[in-house]
């Protein structure tokens, strides 16, 4: 059976996959903070290959987005809600790619004595990456609620509070991260301390993403099947 109620199941499924991906992307982030924070405490033990992992997380990062983007597009059947998820993810893309955009013109700048310029360029960076976590978190939420809605329809009111609530703790612990930058400027404590909450919070909303992806599939398997 490939699809449930006009939805794809395969798309149900690579949604939940791509909440487990981004899970195992923070906790990689995290690993590398810490390495970092060791590096700069402990000069001449430099770790090989730290920054080729960073670049490779945040890759992986912007094309888990996307799938899931793609996925998004397979199950708006289900709830609406999935539709603003869509949104707010699209948005955070275009986000991390000015983020992208701006990290290269300062590394130009660094090169020539510009202070000026230099300094805007990453207060605007920053004001970027805050508003592509408030946006990426958002949209996280906004696929639980969406999940949330669907089990309601079939019945299933107390799972349905269990995921939504998942997704409304996620958008709180991003902007949780984005006051703690503000407050204590980015710092390699701050930044391990974020992502592994993110990690914690990520593997949660997989688990609960999961039971209900299974539960909607069963409902309708069940009711095509009737």
């Known amino acids: 059976m490939d699809n449930a109620g006009k939805v794809s199941v395969p798309a149900i499924r690579t949604l ?7 899970a195992i992307i923070s906790m990689a982030m995290c690993a590398c903070t810490v390495a970092t924070g060791f590096a700069m405490t402990h000069p001449g033990r430099d770790i090989p290959g730290l920054i080729v992992i960073f670049v490779i997380a945040e ?25 603003t998820a869509q949104a707010f993810i699209i948005t955070g893309i275009v986000m991390e790619c000015m983020v992208m955009l701006l990290v290269g013109e300062k590394a130009q700048i ?3 004595p510009h202070r000026k310029e230099a300094e805007l ?10 508003a592509r976590r408030l946006l990426k978190g958002a949209g996280f939420m906004q696929i639980m609620k969406g999940f949330g809605e669907a089990l309601r329809k079939d ?3 107390e799972q349905a509070e269990g995921t939504e609530k998942a997704g409304t703790a996620y958008m709180w612990c991003n902007i949780a991260s984005v006051l703690l ?17 993110w990690a914690v919070m990520e593997v949660l909303m997989y688990r609960q993403a999961s039971s209900a992806a ?11 099947g009737e």
């Open 59 to 83: 890759t992986a990062r912007l094309l888990n987005s996307i799938l899931c983007i793609l996925s998004l597009a397979n199950v708006t059947a289900l709830s609406k809600k999935f539709v």
């Open 110 to 112: 660094i090169t020539h």
């Open 155 to 157: 019945g299933r009111a």
């Open 121 to 130: 360029i990453v207060a605007v960076t920053l004001a970027f990456v805050f």
């Open 214 to 224: 299974f539960s909607i599939w069963r409902n309708r398997a069940f009711s095509d």
């Open 16 to 22: 939940t996959y791509c909440i487990l991906i981004k």
């Open 181 to 197: 930058n503000v407050i204590f400027k980015p710092g390699v404590v701050v930044n391990a301390v974020i992502y592994f909450f």
